[in-house]
Antibody, heavy 118, light 107 residues
Framework: EVHLVESGGGLVQPGGSLTLSCAAS????????MNWVRQAPGKGLEWVSH????????NYADPVKGRFSISRDNARNSLYLQMNSLRAEDTATYYCARVSGGGSSDYWGQGTLVTVSS | DIQMTQSPSTLSASVGDRVTITCRASQTIGGWLAWYQQKPGRAPNLLISKASTLETEVPFRFSGSGFGTEFTLTISGLQPDDSASYYCQQYNSYPWTFGQGTKVEIK
């Protein structure tokens, strides 16, 4: 069974940094592209970043470009999101998701909450 | 960036009704569209990919159609368990984008 478990969320001050992790199991992680998607409290879904299987090709949403960095460790079946220069508007639940069929996300983790506040 | 606009934002319907949600793209995306269902406090669940391909274990009352810039998600015979928010997402070009969501309520 596919499992994705995010960790690393928490309270951070504006301008601070945080690294999210996503542990994958139940499938061959190295064969799948991965996404990070976030959802601010009471708001809709927002795609954040995507990484291809090799980890060398990545893409970001405009609001996080230059501040966030996605990476993966295929040997450890893990996905990461390094978040720097955090802003209040980055407050959200962050989901990691497995990509299938060209870009849809067929499995999601339970999410980890990031709160940016002083 | 491609903007995805869903309508309506909310809808209220009765059990057994046929419900249609529309998603319009600001430019053509071919068939690269997904639909998700999300219930409060839960992660989204993929219902349909490539505009019309029903995912495994998704009830047949859900169907998707469309190509280019206009897409629809139809629920044929609304059930109480379908009370949720629904989102479309384009993955034709980066940045991938979601619609703002449609909340479906049961009368």
């Amino acid at each position: 069974e596919v499992h994705l478990v995010e960790s690393g969320g928490g309270l951070v001050q504006p301008g601070g940094s945080l690294t999210l992790s996503c542990a994958a199991s139940g499938f061959t992680f190295s064969n799948y592209e991965m996404n990070w998607v976030r959802q601010a409290p009471g708001k809709g879904l927002e795609w954040v970043s995507h990484i291809r299987v090799s980890g060398t090709t990545v893409n970001y949403a405009d609001p996080v470009k230059g501040r966030f960095s996605i990476s993966r460790d295929n040997a450890r079946n893990s996905l990461y999101l390094q978040m720097n220069s955090l802003r209040a508007e980055d407050t959200a639940t962050y989901y990691c998701a497995r990509v299938s069929g060209g870009g849809s996300s067929d499995y999601w983790g339970q999410g980890t909450l990031v709160t940016v506040s002083s | 960036d491609i903007q995805m606009t869903q309508s309506p934002s909310t809808l209220s319907a009765s059990v057994g009704d046929r419900v249609t949600i529309t998603c319009r793209a600001s430019q053509t995306i071919g068939g690269w569209l997904a639909w998700y269902q999300q219930k409060p406090g839960r992660a989204p669940n993929l219902l349909i990919s490539k505009a019309s391909t029903l995912e495994t274990e998704v009830p047949f009352r859900f169907s998707g159609s469309g190509f280019g810039t206009e897409f629809t998600l139809t629920i044929s015979g609304l059930q109480p368990d379908d009370s949720a928010s629904y989102y479309c997402q384009q993955y034709n070009s980066y940045p991938w984008t979601f619609g703002q969501g449609t909340k479906v309520e049961i009368k």
